[in-house]
């Protein structure tokens, strides 16, 4: 409850309408835990790299780069949403160190788990499975959610406009992209160029998940473990590596049909090239967003409707497979299902809504949302189940569908449509508790992973009002958790080294990002943020919350967004700026607030209390990307704010940016 003040301006921006905050109540449940949330986590951080970490962030814990990038990924977001800033000065610490030791050019270390795979400061051909987009998007999160924190720093820029330049043809050295055929030349792509050949022993990894001897137990073994050379092989026969004949046979089919060949996987490349447009506007980068998603579209259209998963050399679907649509690395017939596959999907369709405006980008998701659906089954119980597969026998591996994907159609579009699509899957799901929440790890690749996207939806359906609560309590639980186990190792230095001691980590945003920020958490493979609005302190002139300061988005339209505030210092004022999604890309018309009198209250406390007080209905036009809130000692504030969604241009810049990002070196 509160009022437009146009003299209350806690920053230089012309224009800047501040609104402040009149009541004062006793701070709600969900606000005291989100507090209790980020102060956990604040303190475990540092104890992990304490404990696992060199000086100079070089983590004890060996393994691929990408799972190196991994343990502090979303460090930079935490940050971001207003953590103390040793949160990013170790996460880029960490980011770096990891990039250093990885160079292909140095030998830092000998162990089975560890390779040399950076190249120009990414990732390299000497370990391949980190250049493909399952892993490469995992290790990228990290490297996204910096721009957020920090768009300033010129070796992230440097690195975002080097990066992108590899995927839209511009940098001769790394000649991953065919402008003319508008494909990726293969699954996996570098500094160094595509990755074209593989050994036997990548072979047998991909194609039946490595030597069975060496297999995981829970991995099954259907044709096409990660990928397929169906039909062209139809059955790959027990021991075929063993004749070295066979093996080359084989080895040369994978080179072939796998490696040369473009993969729906790759639309996750899109988030890269997504990610230099945010820091510099450079219209190319956009250009080739568009490029590439619309030639995915046109290809589904050739599809009959459903996204293939491989293309061969000239841009023809099947190219190298006898025309067959399916059979690509992690596509259809890959051994998680389409899970992977769609992480590509979404991120693709997201950043090209993001860039310009336009929804009929998300017909891509729809329309493969739907082909699921249209290719259900429903059990005598009455449990609807989609598939997760295709391969030789047509659609299989039946289940309750994942929720992931309309989770971010929905956020989206915010559309009528998307709405009865989400009811429907609702409907048909009799197995599952729609207004539960499971703790769970960060990774969103799981069926499982769905129950925080269920219980938000019925929140904001009307019909689950303790979710807050229930998905911060549960991420407490994680935080506790890896917390309290960091403390309790007493494994010292030789033997962490000696055991490869993994290094948890104690940092969860993903309740933070869908309380707070109103969306679904990032898609984990390679996705950008998705926010409903987002924070900056103007006082300490950065990003997030300020100090003791609590934010709840209540309700979500495809015209508005509601939002609670609240200032848990009995003390201090808190000043804020909220700005409208991620990036700025949304335009904010209105907000409508209520105020309430305090007079009385320096008289007698108790009176003050008691008497019954109107709150006054109130309006403050906008007109812009950002508004100011200021929270007086112990208030709180509701606001419902009129947005225009996607109608500005994207940017990774600060409200006091200005037109540019001011990068000290470009």
């Known amino acids: 409850m509160a009022s437009a003040n146009a003299s209350v301006n806690p920053v230089s921006i012309p224009g800047l309408t501040t609104i402040k905050a009149t009541e004062i109540t006793a701070p709600p449940a969900w606000a005291l835990l989100e507090r209790q949330l980020i102060n956990l986590m604040e303190e475990a951080a540092p104890l992990m790299i304490k404990k696992h970490t060199e000086p100079g962030g070089a983590f004890l814990y060996s393994d691929d780069l990408d799972d190196l990038y991994e343990r502090c990924y979303n460090w930079g977001l935490f940050y971001a949403m207003g953590a103390d800033e040793s949160l990013l000065d170790m996460a880029l610490t960490a980011w770096n160190a990891s990039t250093r030791i990885s160079d292909e050019g140095i030998v830092h270390r000998k162990h089975p788990r560890f390779t040399q795979s950076a190249y120009r400061e990414y990732y390299s051909l000497a370990h391949p499975g980190d250049a493909e987009w399952h892993h490469k998007g995992e290790g990228n999160m990290a490297f996204y959610d910096f721009g957020l924190a920090c768009p300033t720093v010129s070796e992230n820029v440097r690195r975002a406009k080097q990066f992108a330049g590899w995927y839209i043809g511009e940098d001769a050295h790394a000649p991953n992209y065919d402008k003319k055929y508008k494909i990726l030349r293969s699954p996996s792509q570098t500094g160094g160029g595509p990755w074209h050949s593989a050994t036997l022993h990548q072979t047998m990894g991909y ?106 050399p000239t841009g023809k679907i099947g190219e190298n497979r006898h025309g067959q649509w399916w059979g690509g690395l992690y596509g259809w017939n890959h051994y998680q299902g389409l899970n992977i596959m769609f992480h590509g999907l979404i991120t693709a369709v997201e950043c090209a809504l993001l860039l310009t405006g336009d929804f009929g980008y998300l017909d891509l998701l729809r329309s493969q949302i739907n082909l699921l659906l249209e290719n259900s089954i429903t059990r005598e119980d009455g449990q609807l189940l989609t598939p997760a597969r295709y391969g030789p026998d047509g659609w299989d591996s039946y289940q309750p569908m994942r929720i992931l994907e309309i989770a971010h159609l929905y956020h989206a579009s915010m559309s009528t449509e998307d709405y009865e699509l989400f009811a429907r899957i609702r409907a048909g799901d009799i197995e599952r508790d729609w207004n ?231």
């Open 207 to 312: 194609l039946q998940g490595g030597h069975p001897a060496l297999q995981d137990p829970w991995i099954p073994k259907p044709m096409g473990v990660r990928a397929s050379l169906y039909p062209v092989v139809k059955e790959l026969e027990d021991g075929w590596w063993e004749n070295p004949a066979r093996a080359d046979e084989i080895i040369a089919l994978f080179d072939k049909i796998v490696l040369n060949s473009d993969s729906s996987n790759n639309l996750a490349a899109v988030g890269l090239v997504t990610n230099a447009f945010l820091y510099t506007s450079d219209e190319k980068y956009k250009k080739w967003v568009l490029d590439y998603t619309e030639a995915w579209m046109e290809r589904t259209r050739e599809n009959n409707g459903i996204l293939p998963d491989n293309v061969g």
């Open 436 to 666: 539960q929440v499971e703790d769970s790890a960060e990774k969103n690749v799981q069926l499982r992973d769905g129950h925080q996207n269920m219980a938000r939806f019925n929140y904001y359906d009307g019909r689950n009002p303790e979710w807050p609560e229930q998905i911060l309590r549960s991420e407490y639980r994680m935080a506790l958790s890896a917390s309290e186990h960091i403390r309790r190792d007493t494994r010292d230095l030789a033997t962490l080294i000696a055991e490869n001691a993994y290094a948890y980590n104690p940092v969860f945003t993903k309740g933070l990002t869908q309380v707070m920020l109103g969306a679904p958490q990032s898609v984990y493979n390679g996705g950008l943020l998705r926010a409903s609005v987002r924070y900056f302190d103007p006082d300490r002139e950065r990003p997030g919350l300020p100090r003791d300061v609590t934010a709840l988005v209540d309700r979500l339209a495809s015209d508005a967004t509601g939002v609670q505030l609240v200032n848990l210092n009995t003390t201090e004022t808190r000043n804020l700026i909220v700005g409208a999604g991620a990036f700025g890309e949304h335009q904010f018309t209105d907000v409508r607030f209520k105020e309430v009198s305090q007079k009385g209250l320096e008289k007698n406390p108790y009176s003050w209390m008691r008497e019954e007080r109107e709150p006054v209905d109130k309006v403050a036009s906008i007109n812009g990307k950002y508004f100011a809130v200021q929270l007086p000692p112990a208030t709180s504030i509701r606001l419902d704010i009129g947005m225009k969604r996607f109608a500005n241009q994207p940017s990774y810049a600060f409200p006091w940016h200005g037109d540019r990002i001011p990068v000290p070196f470009q």
